[in-house]
């Protein structure tokens, strides 16, 4: 079967919309029942599998999202990252971080160079819903979740038109060994995983940028246009971090906006906030 079943879906799907229902009423602060309820579950079962997947109640996974606690974020990302360069350091890291290196070619690279490169691509279940991943022997070349709403097929046809000389074959258990490594990394693992990219130069510059933004940090798209020599470039910013073929990995998502808004997200805003959430939850020991 080309997809996976979509009972993989299911839990995520009630963690998105208890996600969303906090956010809506984060002024009234529900009570577990009442946002149990809304996902159809007791209040048992949904404490346990919202504490399972974030490893936090769902009313501290909320603490981390609220506006103020996000400005509060970016202050002390960008603190971080002072530190970092006043100590010799590259940037910060932490315990569950990826360790990723990424090499690029551009599109006329890809045009004159890219004819029949192999890419293995495979569905799989991830924390934040089901994925499609494409690899090639030069890393990891896509990496995209799929809508709650969608088989995949979709997804798929969004790789293929974007690696269109490439040569597709479907290889499950290959890509699963990967996106094992992606969310089940252990820390004595220092083998870095390699990413395989196309974008222009300036795309190339901005992917860079995020790649060094630490787990369970956030940024603003005016330090990334500071950080690739370019501050006026906030919207060219903006458009190359919403472009980037390689979700998660390359965190496009710890991109917000200076108000402490989340913003938009290539994969559906919700899944950010989730993603954001579960990375701070991780970064802070829970």
Same mark, same amino acid.
């Given at each position: ?17 208890a996600i969303e229902y906090l956010e809506k009423n984060v002024h009234r602060q529900p009570e577990l029942d009442e946002v149990a309820e809304q996902v159809h579950l007791s209040p048992f079962h949904f404490q346990r599998i /919202? ?7 769902? =009313?501290?996974? !909320?603490?981390?999202?609220? +506006?103020? #606690?996000?400005? $509060?974020k970016l202050q002390e990302s960008r603190n971080l990252e002072e530190l970092a360069q006043t100590a010799g350091l590259s940037g910060q890291s932490r315990v569950y971080d990826l360790f990723t290196t990424l090499e690029a ?77 992606? /969310? ?7 083998? =870095?995983?390699? !990413?395989?990219?196309?974008? +222009?130069? #300036?795309?190339? $510059? ?81």
């Amino acid at each position: 079967m080309l997809l996976i079943s979509q009972e993989h879906h299911i839990n995520y799907q009630r963690i998105a919309q208890a996600i969303e229902y906090l956010e809506k009423n984060v002024h009234r602060q529900p009570e577990l029942d009442e946002v149990a309820e809304q996902v159809h579950l007791s209040p048992f079962h949904f404490q346990r599998i /919202f504490t399972e997947w974030a490893g936090i109640s769902p =009313k501290r996974f !909320l603490q981390f999202l609220t +506006t103020d #606690f996000l400005k $509060k974020k970016l202050q002390e990302s960008r603190n971080l990252e002072e530190l970092a360069q006043t100590a010799g350091l590259s940037g910060q890291s932490r315990v569950y971080d990826l360790f990723t290196t990424l090499e690029a070619v551009t599109p006329q690279e890809y045009k004159l160079r890219g004819s029949g490169i192999q890419i293995e691509f495979g569905f799989h279940k991830t924390p934040f819903g089901n994925c499609l991943i494409g690899v090639t022997e030069r890393g990891i070349c896509w990496f995209s979740f799929i809508s709650l709403d969608e088989d995949g097929r979709h997804e798929l046809e969004n790789m293929k038109e974007h690696w269109h000389n490439s040569v597709f074959h479907q290889n499950q258990n290959l890509t699963a060994e990967f996106v094992d490594d992606i /969310f089940n990394r252990k820390e004595s693992n220092q083998n =870095k995983l390699h !990413l395989f990219v196309k974008g +222009t130069n #300036f795309q190339i $510059k901005v992917w860079e940028a995020l790649l060094k933004i630490p787990m369970g940090d956030v940024t603003t798209y005016k330090d990334i246009a500071e950080r690739v020599s370019n501050p006026k470039a906030i919207q060219a910013v903006g458009s190359a971090v919403g472009s980037n073929h390689i979700a998660y990995l390359i965190p496009c998502h710890r991109v917000i906006r200076k108000d402490g808004i989340l913003g938009e997200y290539r994969w559906e805003a919700t899944r950010k906030k989730g993603i954001i959430g579960w990375e701070m939850a991780k970064a802070s020991g829970f």
